[in-house]
């Protein structure tokens, strides 16, 4: 919600416009927040990091890098 801003002149826009610029922004956040989970786990050499008790370090990592 705070991006609102930076989406002017959606009201005015069609439907499908907005529809496709949302969805591309999901996925675009999809894949910002994999790339993270995935250097986090090569910093930890632990692909199932996220599933066992997280470790400061860790999870300072991945939200740095989201």
């Known amino acids: 919600m705070a991006q609102v801003p930076f989406f002017s002149g959606m ?6 416009d907005v529809v496709w610029l949302c969805t591309r922004a999901t996925v675009g956040d999809a894949n910002i927040a994999f790339g993270a989970y995935v250097l986090a786990a090569l910093f930890v050499k632990d692909w ?9 370090s860790t999870l300072s990592i991945y939200l740095a890098l989201a």
């Open 48 to 56: 199932f990091w996220i599933a066992k008790p997280w470790r400061l």
């Open 11 to 16: 009201a005015e826009a069609r439907h499908w």
